[in-house]
């Protein structure tokens, strides 16, 4: 990134090393979780079809967690590549943090896909086979591992440090 | 409940297009179709006097009219009283997309500026009056829309509707109505009498899009009082999917709103 818009130099490092940090960060999550809804419903949903619309051991609970989440993912989605956007034209995007906010966002909505809704609200299964076991296990897995990865992006680069273009103009 | 047993089978087209006839489709259709006009006799009249009124603002509205039109009469409106996924795609359209793109083409502005000053005046008088600021605030218009559609497909009026003309015009205009006041409710294209934040918006739209999906779902699996389960499936399913086309539509236009009003200000100033 350039500073070819001429945004202040001084400000817009300031401005990055408290609350564009964190914005990194929800950015990125918001994104996870609207990435992982996505290609659960592309995928899964309509591609291969092992998902089902509607299972009919659904229970109430589990009928209004998957309309909020749906609902939600879809705002996340195009929210925070919206932010993302933002950070973007403030030359304070972190690309480090904010993909680890997508591997959080993007395994802690597989990880309560694949535990609570899939299991104890019993929307559907990940697809209907005799041994679902097998898929849980690898679904819930994956979704430990990019949240363990996701966390350590996160927290590599903890100690106030500011991206890279924005140290980039302190020497200018 | 005689009339239920026709909504199940193809053959009882006839019987409900001779007892509703042409006259509800008429009322229905007629305030669209004088709307289309009002609208270009505006942007005719606005544009004598002021720099032209942009394009595609006319063509939304002519878009939107044409669409709720579709949707209350002719074809697709016969086949509406039999077939439940000409039905939902009907509501689609009526509820939904024309809202939308009415929405869009800023009627209000538009109004207001081809008004002459007084009346401009008077008018916006009307818009900050209590029952607008009640209407259009988005908690209630997300309790209109969503929950007037709760209504009709969850309980016995749904049925009812074939049966009276009265209720079928009624439910036919809330869902316009209910429909365009959320989508002005929580996109601000138009002025408003009271601006809610971004966040505050954005909640309450999610909250709203949740309702529609959940109602989508359970028709699925609950089929309104004389609808076949395998055309409440299909209808369950249209509503679900085409109304989230729609609404990414809505949360884009929300978001990108977002995305100027937050333009970082010192860079602006500098950069222009």
Redesign the interface.
Known sequence: MDTK????KN??NNMNSSKYKSRNLVSGFLFGIGLAAFIDETIFHQLLRWHH??D?S?TDIG??S???F???S??AT??GL?IF??LR??NALWLRRWWGGVLVGAGGFQLYDGTIQHKLMRIHQIRYVENVIVYDLIWNILAIFMIIIGFSLVGSRRNGQQPGKAIAHDHE | MIMNSHIRYPHGINIFYHTFGFIPQLLLALPFVLALLFYLLAVWSTNRRYKSWPIYRTVCWAFGVVLATIAVAGPLANRAHVDFTAHMFGHLLLGMLAPLLMAMAAPMTLLLRTLSVPFARRLLKVLRSWPLIMFTHPIAASFLNIGGLWLLYTTSLYSLMHESVLLHLVVHFHVFLAGYLFTVSMIYIDPIPHRFPFLDRAILLAAAIAGHGILSKYIYAHPPNGVLLKEAEIGGMLMYYGGDAIDIVLIFILCLHWFRATRPRIGLAIGQ
């Open positions: 818009n001429g945004y202040p400000n817009s619309f509607y009919k659904t009928l209004i998957d309309g909020l749906h609902a939600f879809w705002f195009i929210g919206f956007a933002d034209r403030r």
